[in-house]
Every structure is written in C-alpha cells, then in structure tokens.
C-alpha cells in the first residue's frame, strides 16, 4: 500500500538534488580525518583539563569534500559561553578559568 502517491517515500526531503555527502572516488579522505582526529583528541583533553564535559563540548574529526582534515566543535549553547569566557579571559591577558 502506497497510499495517495510515491511522495511519502522521500518524506519531505527532495532526493533529485540532494547532496548525501557521498565520497569521491581517489580521495584520500582517511588521512585528512587521522589529522582531524588527532587534532580533536588534543582539543578533546584540553577541554577536560579545563574542567568541561565531553557530554557539553567536544571536538570532533571531520573532513571536507576534498578530503582535508576538519574539526567540528559540537557543544551545548552554554558550554560555548563558558568556552567563550575563557577564551576572552586568556585573550585579555587574565588567564583565569571562568
């Protein structure tokens, strides 16, 4: 049973233009992610060290359409404001945590 029409297949999405992210074939998309990875993981430990949860804010490894190597920080609103006050603090010359 389909219903009143195909439609409810793509639910909503419009599958003729959409862009899945699909890999490109002779990218090298692993190296640019161990680089991200890498990157993310020291992100990852500094964060810890400045008392935050990964459960708020963490880094994550990522690449881009040619394979480079990204960092996506993914985080509560205010996890980023406490991130933002001490990112501030630092840039100001306190160095204090917030």
């Known amino acids: 049973m389909t219903g009143a029409g195909e439609d409810w297949l793509r639910d909503g999405l419009d599958v003729a233009g ?3 992210g699909l890999w ?3 990218v090298d998309y692993v190296a640019g992610w161990r680089g991200a990875r890498e990157a993310a993981d020291r992100l ?3 964060l810890l ?3 935050f949860e990964l ?3 963490r880094a994550v490894a990522s690449t881009d359409e040619d394979g480079r190597g ?3 920080v993914a985080a509560w609103p205010d ?3 406490r991130l933002a006050e001490l990112l501030e603090a630092l840039a100001d010359g306190g ?3 917030a």
Do not use: I, K, M, W
């Open 18 to 20: 959409a862009d899945f």
């Open 24 to 26: 490109v074939s002779g």
């Open 44 to 46: 990852n430990r500094a």
């Open 49 to 51: 060290g400045a008392g």
């Open 55 to 57: 459960s708020q804010v």
């Open 70 to 72: 990204l960092v996506r």
């Open 79 to 81: 996890a980023v404001d």
């Open 95 to 97: 160095g204090g945590a």
